[in-house]
């Protein structure tokens, strides 16, 4: 059974903002100095990864308007998915 990519991207938004929302509270209770961390650690997981994730980029860009550049559709899942 196919599902209504309309449906199943809306739920997909419900689903996400019912996640952030969660984290929100429970970042909420943390202090600043354990939000630093956290925020620091993303930062050091992200400069190891960047060159994987703008490895899985370039291989779908698509040009937007004008000079702007955007990923295709698909690479977000990929990036996901990446080591």
Same mark, same amino acid.
């Given at each position: 059974?196919?599902?209504?990519?309309? =449906?199943? *991207?809306? @739920? $997909? !938004?419900?689903?996400?903002c019912a996640a952030?929302?969660? %984290?929100?509270?429970?970042?909420?209770?943390?202090?600043?100095?354990? =939000?630093? *961390?956290? @925020? $620091? !650690?993303?930062?050091?997981?992200?400069?190891?990864?960047? %060159?994987?994730?703008?490895?899985?980029l370039s291989k779908?860009?698509?040009?937007?308007?004008?000079?702007?550049?955007?990923?295709?559709?698909?690479?977000?899942?990929?990036?996901?998915?990446?080591?």
């Amino acid at each position: 059974m196919e599902f209504d990519k309309d =449906l199943a *991207a809306r @739920q $997909e !938004a419900r689903t996400l903002c019912a996640a952030a929302e969660n %984290a929100r509270k429970l970042l909420a209770g943390f202090s600043q100095e354990k =939000l630093d *961390a956290i @925020q $620091e !650690a993303f930062e050091d997981i992200g400069m190891e990864h960047s %060159a994987v994730i703008m490895n899985v980029l370039s291989k779908e860009w698509v040009e937007a308007e004008g000079d702007d550049r955007i990923p295709a559709y698909g690479d977000q899942k990929e990036i996901r998915q990446a080591p």
